[in-house]
């Protein structure tokens, strides 16, 4: 489990590069309001925009499912909990106004750049027109 990076790995670096070079601007592991020890992956906060890019395994995505077998109970309980805490933060940060958006490590990362910013897009526009009314 250590070899696990909470951050900067491939799938976001890959989506974050991107991103970058689109001319986007972000912030990279943004705390969630109100939750010490929990961080969005990819923040736009002007626009409230939370990106999450799952692993999964910590995840439990539903094509790639697969249970370890040596203490199995434990990772059972172990992955629906990280499920439970991604449906609370998700509710938490729409709560709040924010958009959320959550994709999978093994989405390619151009149809999750495509889909970021065309959201953004629309985000702020929405923000342009609201400012002007």
């Not at 689109?22 to 002007?46: E, H, M, N, S």
């Not at 490590?105 to 910013?117: F, S, W, Y």
Request: positive net charge; contains cysteine.
């Amino acid at each position: 489990m250590r070899r696990t990076r909470r951050r900067d790995n491939g799938p976001e670096l890959a989506v974050r590069r991107r991103l970058h070079a689109a001319g986007l601007r972000y912030r990279v592991a943004y705390p969630v309001p109100g939750q010490r020890r929990r961080t969005i992956d990819i923040a736009f906060t002007r626009v409230r925009l939370a990106i999450f890019i799952d692993g999964c395994f910590w995840h439990s995505c539903p094509e790639h499912l697969h249970h370890p077998r040596a203490n199995s109970a434990w990772w059972v309980v172990k992955l629906e909990t990280n499920q439970l805490r991604d449906l609370s933060v998700t509710a938490q940060l729409e709560g709040m106004g924010w958009t959320v958006l959550r994709f999978w490590e093994h989405e390619p990362a151009d149809d999750v750049v495509r889909a970021i910013a065309g959201t953004w897009s629309a985000l702020r526009h929405d923000l342009r027109r609201q400012s002007r009314a």
